[in-house]
């Protein structure tokens, strides 16, 4: 039992590159979330998938789009990176769509943006 | 808005002496509050929560927190540190429904031997 994986832990871009972050949960799950994480600033939701087939904007969503593959995998995209975007990425999943419930954590994506 | 305070971005104790992280938090209805503590170079793991009933509640590791609405806190506490606890950790609340979980800054604690 995995938990929550991301791929990949590493990755360096230049200004304007795109690229994909995946997560994939194997918990059953039916809610998953993508935060940033910046020194001094805590955790900010980004997107999230309250259930398969939907997505909503969390509190920073803009330069991201997000997929939600099936009921398993939620991928993140960056279509234009940007130095802002320098940061470290995680994915979390819950049971049922309810911001109340225990949150599962990924171990992370360290991205820079040169 | 809803928000999370977290008062100290860094805590130093001694191993066995007390941990006291302190977060307090602005809601308009009984919030929902969580503890997670996050190690060195991994995500975030639940530490615990209060949702309702008992104010007092026990976590992992020999954690707890009491619910004061009073004074709107939710401090966490340990009474003995371990080297093992050193890590940083976040305060959540959120109204609950759909309202989503506001994060606060986090506090690193460090504890020396």
């Known amino acids: 039992n995995a938990g929550v994986t991301q791929t990949p832990k590493f990755q360096v871009l230049k200004t304007g590159q795109s690229m994909t972050l995946q997560c994939a949960q194997d918990m059953n799950h039916n809610s998953m979330y993508w935060y940033r994480q910046d020194p001094g600033m805590g955790l900010r939701l980004i997107y999230y998938?309250?259930?398969?087939?939907?997505?909503d904007k969390g509190e920073v969503p803009n330069g991201y789009n997000v997929s939600r593959l099936n009921k398993r995998e939620f991928s993140l995209r960056l279509e234009s990176a940007a130095p802002s975007q320098t940061s470290v990425y995680f994915c979390?999943?819950?049971?049922?769509?309810?911001?109340?419930?225990?949150?599962?954590f990924g171990p992370g994506t360290r991205l820079t943006v040169l | 808005a809803q928000s999370v305070t977290q008062l100290g971005s860094h805590v130093s104790v001694s191993e066995g002496a007390l941990v006291l992280l302190r977060c307090n938090y602005s809601s308009s209805v009984p919030p929902y509050l969580f503890w997670y503590v996050q190690y060195p170079n991994q995500g975030l793991q639940l530490l615990l929560k209060y949702t309702t009933g008992a104010t007092l509640v026990k976590g992992i590791n020999g954690f707890e927190a009491e619910f004061k609405k009073s004074e709107t806190s939710f401090h966490l506490t340990k009474p003995s540190a371990h080297m093992s606890d050193a890590a940083e950790y976040f305060c959540?609340?959120?109204?609950?429904?759909?309202?989503?979980?506001?994060f606060g800054k986090g506090t690193k604690l460090t504890v020396n031997p």
């Open positions: 998938s309250a259930s398969e087939g939907t997505t």
């Open positions: 979390a999943s819950s049971e049922a769509g309810h911001f109340t419930d225990t949150q599962y």
């Open positions: 959540a609340s959120t109204q609950g429904g759909s309202e989503k979980l506001v």
